[in-house]
Structure formats: structure tokens, C-alpha cells
Nanobody
Framework: QVQLVESGGGLVQPGGSLRLSCAAS????????MSWYRQAPGKQRELVAS???????GYADSVKGRFSISRDNAKNTVYLQMNSLKPEDAAVYYC?????????WGKGTMVTVSS
């Protein structure tokens, strides 16, 4: 079955960096668009970044220039490098993909940005 497992969240000070990872199994990873979403308390889940099978990327305006999404097809893993973190980046971050007409999500990893 399809599994997406996120890791790398934690507590970081404003201005700091974190790298999130999402390990995928049960899909043809190299052919899939992979995305990161986030959801802060009391807010709707929002798309943060996506990366296509060919490596094309897209970002939410709020993270452009600070976050970078990448993938390692040999490891079936997608990454989100987050730099210059702000308190408003604090959220649970989810990995997502669409495969064989179904939406799949990981359980999320929490990012806390606080001094």
C-alpha cells in the first residue's frame, strides 16, 4: 500500500532552518508529482510547494525565496529545505501525492518557530 512518512520537524528559532523529508513507498515515485502542504492551528491546509516528475517546482508566494523542494528518486524521498523561518511558518507539514486516482497523505511533522 501507499505510505508517506514525514520527518525532520522540530523547534527552531526565527531565522533558523529545517529540512523536512518524506519517504514514499508503494508508488512509482519517479513518475509522481510530490507536494508539501501545511496546516496551522485554526487555519486551512495550504499548499507550500510541489515538484514534478521532471523536477519542475512551484511555491506558495509566502515561501518563495526561503523554501526549496527537491527529490531523490533513488531514495523515493522528497525534501523541503526551509530557511529564514518565521513564526508564521509554524504548522504541521504534510507530504502529499496523487496516485491511481487517489489522494495520499502522510501523518505530518510539526514545525514550531519560536524564540
Amino acid at each position: 500500500q501507499v505510505q508517506l512518512v514525514e520527518s525532520g520537524g522540530g523547534l527552531v528559532q526565527p531565522g533558523g532552518s529545517l529540512r523536512l523529508s518524506c519517504a514514499a513507498s508503494g508508488i512509482i515515485f519517479s513518475a509522481n508529482v510530490m507536494s508539501w502542504y501545511r496546516q496551522a492551528p485554526g487555519k486551512q491546509r495550504e499548499l507550500v510547494a510541489s515538484i514534478g516528475s521532471g523536477g519542475s517546482t512551484g511555491y506558495a508566494d509566502s515561501v518563495k525565496g526561503r523554501f526549496s523542494i527537491s527529490r531523490d528518486n533513488a531514495k523515493n524521498t522528497v525534501y523541503l529545505q526551509m530557511n529564514s523561518l518565521k513564526p508564521e511558518d509554524a504548522a504541521v507539514y504534510y507530504c502529499q501525492t496523487y496516485y491511481r486516482r487517489m489522494d495520499y497523505w502522510g501523518k505530518g511533522t510539526m514545525v514550531t518557530v519560536s524564540s
